[in-house]
């Protein structure tokens, strides 16, 4: 008889240990998910200048994939409106092209983040296409 309540008192322990490690991992999960600010808030502006003589086209920009298209464009500079993103953001991208003036010619694009420069690419030649990208 006394075999029996042991064995049954170290199975009650295992099944006690066993949801005690379950409930454990379930609430650090969540604890992880809570630490990621899903309020935390970006102001992200996207900027592209030329040189002297350059002609600015168009542009791809976005953030995680959600690409935004402007054509139509002309002159040595262009900056997207501000956008603010809600949330985790993993990446922002863009490209922009234009057509230089000489084969000097350069493109300089660059990544705003709430006011700090986090990124910038120059592209050189004629025919001018710079691209940058910019991971959180």
């Known amino acids: 008889m006394r075999k029996i309540k042991l064995n049954q ?3 009650g322990s295992y099944v006690v240990l066993m949801v005690a490690i379950i409930l454990g ?3 650090s999960c969540k604890k992880d998910d809570d630490d990621v600010s899903e309020t935390e808030t970006h102001k992200i502006i996207f900027k592209a200048e030329g040189s002297a003589g350059t002609n600015i086209s168009g542009a ?3 953030i995680d994939g959600n690409p935004i298209t402007v054509t139509g464009l002309s002159g040595t500079t262009w900056s997207s409106p501000e956008l603010s993103t809600e949330g985790v953001v993993y990446n922002v991208n863009m490209v922009v092209n234009a057509v230089g003036a000489d084969a000097s010619s ?3 694009v660059q990544i705003w983040v709430d006011g700090q420069l986090k990124k910038e690419s120059v592209s ?3 025919n001018l296409s710079a691209t940058t990208s ?3």
Do not use: D, E
């Open 124 to 126: 050189s030649g004629l």
């Open 134 to 136: 910019y991971t959180f």
């Open 106 to 108: 350069t493109l300089k």
């Open 60 to 62: 791809v920009y976005g």
């Open 9 to 11: 008192v170290v199975k």
């Open 25 to 27: 991992f379930v609430v």
